[in-house]
Every structure is written in structure tokens, then in C-alpha cells.
């Protein structure tokens, strides 16, 4: 009789430290999950930051260079393609944010093409609303390299737990699946060429 209790009791005992052990592994896996998540709602605000002051931009530049419509109108379509690709937290898949990316980097190339027109324009470079703007506008695209700089961090941290063995195992019985990091634009490896 005293056997018997005892391989029950040792029975009860490794399950407990199973039970305890799964749900450990598991409880860290979503915590990784959701961290990487609301970095990625953090990604979404700044971007969001930048596209809320692209308007005041246009019209302030719009006052001073009216005949430059077709470069003025590039950035507000711009703007309208990046704010309209958006993407769950729950579903960041490679392809939906190269697609991201891609409208981004559009709209960062519009703005480019009117920091380039505002050159030409003296009264305009030392307007206050302007300047303000611009360094708003500077200020929002620190915080875009800030911010998918942490977001990568967090993500190769959760990729990196549900890569590694015994939790792979887990993660795959469970539905953890990888996620992806945002990455260079294609060519910014090469030093842009600049002719005056």
C-alpha cells in the first residue's frame, strides 16, 4: 500500500512540474507575442505622427509655391497610399510588411522630391510655420528609425525564444510563428549621387 502511494505521489509530482514548466514556457511566449505587438502599434503611431503633419506642410508650401502642383499633389497621394496600408499586429506577415514598407517609402521619397522644391524658395525656408514643421518633420522621422530599430529588437527576441529548443517544439503545437523585421530599403546600401 505504501508503493503504491508513492508512485502516485511521484506520478503527481513530475506532472506538477510538467504543468508548471509548459505553462511557464508558454506564458513567456505570449508575453514575447504581445510585446512584439505593441511595438508594432508603436511603429503604426509614428508613422501616423508623420502623415498627420504632411497636410500643414503642403499648405504652407502651397502658399509660397502654387506652380509646383504636380510635386505638392506626388506628396498628398503619397500620404493618402501610406495611410491606407495598414496592418494587424496579430497578422505581420513578410509580405504585408514589404507592402507596408513600400508605401512608406514612397511617401518618404514624395517628401524628399518637396524638401528639393522648398530650395528654391528663400521666403520660404525662413517662414516660422515652415521651419517648425520641418523640424517636426525631422524630429517624427528620428523617431521611425527609433522606434523599427525596437521593434526588430523586440521581434528577433521572440523569434529567437520560439527558435530554440524544447520551446520550438511548443511553439509549433501552439501556433507561435515567426515574425518579420523590417529591413533596408532596396539600394540604401549605396551612397546616394548628388549633382548640383
Do not use: C
Request: glycine letters at 6%; hydrophobic letters at 40%.
Amino acid at each position: 500500500m505504501k508503493k503504491s502511494w508513492i508512485i502516485i505521489i511521484v506520478i503527481v509530482l513530475i506532472g506538477f512540474l510538467l504543468y508548471s514548466s509548459l505553462k511557464g514556457s508558454y506564458n513567456e511566449m505570449v508575453t514575447r507575442s504581445e510585446a512584439v505587438d505593441a511595438q508594432w502599434a508603436q511603429v503604426e503611431n509614428v508613422y501616423q505622427r508623420r502623415a498627420d503633419l504632411i497636410p500643414n506642410l503642403v499648405n504652407t508650401v502651397k502658399g509660397y509655391a502654387s506652380h509646383e502642383k504636380e510635386t505638392l499633389e506626388g506628396v498628398v497621394e503619397a500620404r493618402a497610399k501610406a495611410t491606407q496600408t495598414t496592418i494587424n499586429a496579430g497578422g505581420l506577415t513578410p509580405e504585408k510588411l514589404a507592402a507596408f514598407q513600400q508605401a512608406q517609402d514612397g511617401l518618404s521619397s514624395a517628401l524628399s522630391r518637396l524638401m528639393v522644391v522648398v530650395e528654391k524658395y528663400p521666403d520660404l525656408k525662413a517662414n516660422q510655420n515652415f521651419l517648425e514643421l520641418q523640424a517636426q518633420l525631422e524630429g517624427t522621422e528620428n523617431r521611425i528609425a527609433v522606434e523599427r530599430k525596437k521593434f526588430n529588437d523586440i521581434t528577433r527576441d521572440y523569434n529567437t525564444l520560439i527558435k530554440r529548443f524544447p520551446k520550438n517544439i511548443l511553439a509549433g503545437m501552439f501556433g507561435f510563428e515567426t515574425k518579420p523585421y523590417f529591413t533596408a530599403q532596396q539600394g540604401a546600401e549605396k551612397a546616394p549621387e548628388v549633382k548640383f
